[in-house]
């Protein structure tokens, strides 16, 4: 036995210091990756994060024919795309407004179109939320199968819990 550890247990210290030391540098190891959360992973974290959303391009629309379930399930189809493109179009006029801010240009006019582009879309956005809301409720008591409803009903959830969480009515 070394003197070292004969004197470190003599003094009721044992192999702590030892143990102690090598889960300092495990630790000093480990970490700053997880710390990071995984972002200095290779595909770890949000690789939203570094790209700036972009507009919405309008997707095609399913016709809506005739009455009954079918016609439902196109306007619900339809309303579903509506709200995407104006959560997707919200958030891009949003981070422009927020970055023109950041960097005080644009100055005046421009700016002020900025402004009122991010009113506008999310005006937009609480139209396209309240009238998908309207029709899923519309379709669930029209008969529409839960097969059909339930995609959009998770949609509608998601609306109704950003609603109550912004304290909107």
Request: hydrophobic letters at 40%; zero cysteines.
């Amino acid at each position: 036995m070394s003197n070292r550890s004969t004197t470190l247990r003599r003094r009721g210290l044992g192999h702590g210091p030892i143990l102690l030391a090598i889960l300092a540098t495990a630790f000093m190891l480990v970490a700053p990756a997880a710390l990071a959360g995984g972002f200095l992973e290779a595909g770890g974290g949000n690789e939203k994060s570094n790209e700036a959303p972009t507009w919405a391009v309008p997707a095609a629309r399913k016709p809506v024919e005739g009455e009954g379930t079918e016609a439902l399930a196109a306007e619900l189809h339809n309303a579903e795309l509506r709200v995407q493109e104006a959560l997707q179009n919200a958030e891009t006029a949003a981070y422009q407004l927020k970055r023109a801010r950041t960097r005080s240009y644009p100055r005046g006019q421009a700016l002020e179109d900025l402004k009122r582009q991010d009113q506008e879309t999310r005006r937009e956005r609480t139209a396209a939320a309240n009238e998908f809301s309207a029709l899923v409720e519309r379709a669930r008591r029209a008969g529409v199968p839960m097969g059909t409803l339930s995609r959009y009903m998770d949609l509608d959830d998601r609306i109704q819990k950003e609603r109550a969480a912004s304290g909107a009515n």
